[in-house]
């Protein structure tokens, strides 16, 4: 039986996906909360609370933190193995697991507490 090793790997065409996906959905949520700030003349906790309040603030920013969350993992991955090679230090291999080990458990960790925060409102 044969394995396609490169279904089991990474995919470069992917990860620029959803790079590209997430970056434009981040941007999009930079311009709506700028966008609030700019037409908001003073912000309040009461206002504050009212925008986040409302469905679709919540959807949309639950899609946000995760996006963050996906561009954060892929672009660590890509910086640690452009850079943390045999080249540059031993135990690469090791170096770069526990790398993405703390990325992972910290993205998680965002995406959970902004759950927690946005859906407490």
């Known amino acids: 039986m ?4 490169a279904a ?10 959803s790079l590209r996906g997430t ?8 311009l709506c909360i700028m966008g609030f700030f700019l ?3 003073q912000v309040t906790h009461d206002i504050w609370k ?12 639950m899609l946000a ?5 996906v561009h954060a993992r892929i672009g660590m ?17 090791r170096i770069r697991a526990v ?6 458990i910290l993205s998680f960790a965002y995406v959970a507490t902004g759950l927690f925060v946005l859906w407490g409102v």
């Open 2 to 5: 044969d394995v396609n090793q």
């Open 8 to 17: 089991i790997k990474r995919n470069g065409i992917q990860d620029f996906i």
């Open 23 to 30: 970056g434009l959905i981040l941007a999009a949520y930079a």
């Open 39 to 41: 037409t908001t003349e």
């Open 50 to 61: 009212a925008v986040f309040s409302g469905l679709p603030m919540k959807i949309f920013t």
């Open 65 to 69: 933190l995760c996006c963050v969350s």
């Open 77 to 93: 991955w890509q910086v640690a193995t452009d850079y943390i090679t045999d080249n540059v230090m031993n135990n690469s291999a």
């Open 99 to 104: 790398l993405s080990f703390v990325v992972n």
